[in-house]
């Protein structure tokens, strides 16, 4: 597929391109997007890099990953994106730099992420499902995947890994035909 734009009333949000390396590179330095994101600890240059030309372009043309950068004034706050894009499923991801957070930017830009991936073709994917997945204990992720109106499935134990540490595993799904107000979640309630 190739690469598109989305916009909110706030937000752009624009593909990552080499423009963004050092951006990507500081905000991943962050000690909580370092707990709770599985990227290489330490992030490098050569990492942000590789994420966003190489990486990106691939699995665009590929269509098994879209990745957008969040833009508030033309800034970079954060990435979003759909991975594991196939038979009519992806899941939801997502990172927000440390001085941007607490603004619903985020959630923002993940209600327009899933208006696409619900979308119809060909201005979207017509998915069927968006699922999430946090390590156990990402109390922020959970909030914003609660509010998007995803169900909340269960707790995998020991399902996840992180740099070689096996992690419990929380998991929400959200179908096309939810309505994506906020849920009840056991974890949070």
């Known amino acids: 597929m190739k690469k598109l734009s989305l916009h909110t009333t706030r937000l752009e949000l624009v593909p990552p391109c080499s423009d963004d390396v050092e951006a990507i590179r500081s905000a991943c330095q962050d000690p909580e997007i370092q707990h709770w994101v599985p990227i290489p600890v330490p992030y490098r240059y050569e990492d942000a890099l590789e994420y966003a030309t190489v990486h990106t372009e691939q699995t665009w043309e590929a269509g098994t990953e879209f990745t957008w950068t969040i833009r508030s004034s033309s800034q970079l706050a954060g990435v979003v994106g759909l991975y594991r894009v196939a038979n009519s499923s992806a899941d939801l991801g997502f990172w927000m730099d440390p001085a941007f957070r607490g603004r619903g930017f985020l959630t923002e830009a993940c209600r327009e992420v899933l ?5 119809p073709a060909p201005q979207g994917l017509g998915l069927a499902r968006v699922g999430w997945n946090a390590y156990a204990g990402n109390i922020g992720s959970a909030r914003i995947a609660q509010k998007l109106g995803f169900h909340f499935e269960g707790t995998a134990r020991l399902g996840a890994a992180l740099r ?5 595993d929380w998991a929400a799904g959200l179908l096309s035909t939810d309505d994506r107000n906020a849920q009840k979640w056991p974890i949070l309630d």
């Not at 208006?115 to 979308?119: K, N, S, T, V």
């Open 115 to 119: 208006d696409f991936a619900f979308g």
């Open 164 to 168: 070689g540490e096996l992690r419990d």
